[in-house]
């Protein structure tokens, strides 16, 4: 129903969604993470920063409790908050968990990896914000770098 844009049908699916598994798994398991993130893209998709900001501080709390500080699903979780800090103007806010979410993914995944691709894109995306296009400018080249060696690599991806 998301998808469609159908959001009162899919606000209440999320709710029972995330009832379930806090119920079946207890409040700290990533699965309860992932369904408060689900509910926080719905809230930011409506433009209710106001409701999806504390599910996603939530979220990714759970996630650095229950994965560690370093894993990939932080990492996502940091690159969300940032995007909704980044779309109520909160640039101060985002700029650190953009750099963070870099770090992860580049000590994770390897410094070429496409998910390191979409985290320099998304930092590049707030230096330009913020007025920092030579720096986000350096971040897009070697961005762009890195998709074009993974296709090369991977070329029916």
Known sequence: ???KGDYA?????YERSLAIFEKALGPEHPQVATSLSNL????????????????????LAIFEKALGPEHPDVAINLN???????AQGKYAEAAPLHRRALAIREKSLGSEHPDVAQSLENYAALLRKTGRGNEAAEMETRAKAIRAKHAKQNPTK
Do not use: I, K, M, V
């Open 40 to 59: 926080a893209e719905l809230h930011r998709a409506q433009g209710d920063y106001a409701r999806a900001e504390p599910l996603c501080e939530r979220s």
């Open 80 to 86: 969300n908050l940032a995007w909704l800090y980044q």
């Open 9 to 13: 049908r899919a606000e209440p699916l």
């Open 1 to 3: 129903y998301q998808d």
